[in-house]
T-cell receptor
Framework: AQSVSQHNHHVILSEAASLELGCNYS??????LFWYVQYPGQHLQLLLK??????LVKGIKGFEAEFIKSKFSFNLRKPSVQWSDTAEYFC?????????FGKGNQVVVIP | EAGVAQSPRYKIIEKRQSVAFWCNPI?????LYWYQQILGQGPKLLIQ????????DSQLPKDRFSAERLKGVDSTLKIQPAKLEDSAVYLC?????????????FGNGTRLTVT
């Protein structure tokens, strides 16, 4: 079964700062990779996904993520965050038809 | 399109009591999932249905948890009897066909507190 690691569970930063959230996974086979976001009081929503092709994928709201196969990583980035990006971010890995989540990163953006 | 509907939003029960959660997936979605999210952790898959058949229930504590999706649409998740460690948010999700290119759509969840 696959496992997903996310570091720095709590992140606090100011508006316009850059954000990078790390995600590493362990799984020997082919994987699909996702980042989900949960805004306060809302349900989990898909932010972006990687299935194949260009390892740099762009999602909604200016987010992007890069799949580095040799490092088993799928880090999420945003060059300039806004207060509205305050949320919890989950990396997820789908292998053998099962979707496994990391523990999440709680991101707080200070205006 | 209407999203995944779950009820109730909140539930407080005492240990050893029973509880049931209900989920109505997006219309036309064949695959339905129940996840458990304990505070400070990511969602953990409990059970996955394809139509009314179980695809994966390997992480479901079957001594106390049960789930059904009798007509391949709505689903219920039951805990009997509940333990303190069952306190969590129970998320229902659905996808069109469970395939690799079929993203999950989540409901708002049911927050269970066991006292």
């Amino acid at each position: 079964a696959q496992s997903v690691s996310q570091h720095n569970h709590h992140v606090i930063l100011s508006e316009a700062a850059s954000l990078e959230l790390g995600c590493n996974y362990s799984y020997g086979g082919t994987v699909n990779l996702f980042w989900y976001v949960q805004y306060p009081g809302q349900h989990l929503q898909l932010l972006l996904k990687y299935f194949s092709g260009d390892p740099l994928v762009k999602g909604i709201k200016g987010f992007e993520a890069e799949f580095i196969k040799s490092k088993f990583s799928f880090n999420l980035r945003k060059p300039s965050v806004q207060w509205s990006d305050t949320a919890e971010y989950f990396c997820a890995v789908k292998g053998n038809n099962r979707l496994a989540f990391g523990k999440g990163n709680q991101v707080v953006v200070i205006p | 399109e209407a999203g995944v509907a779950q009820s109730p939003r909140y539930k407080i029960i005492e240990k050893r009591q029973s509880v049931a959660f209900w989920c109505n997936p997006i219309s036309g979605h064949a695959t339905l999932y129940w996840y458990q999210q304990i505070l400070g952790q990511g969602p953990k898959l409990l059970i996955q249905f394809q139509n009314n058949g179980v695809v994966d229930d390997s992480q479901l504590p079957k001594d106390r948890f049960s789930a059904e999706r009798l007509k391949g649409v709505d689903s219920t998740l039951k805990i009997q009897p509940a333990k303190l460690e069952d306190s969590a948010v129970y998320l229902c999700a659905s996808s069109l066909d469970g395939g690799e290119n079929s993203p999950l759509h989540f409901g708002n969840g049911t927050r269970l507190t066991v006292t």
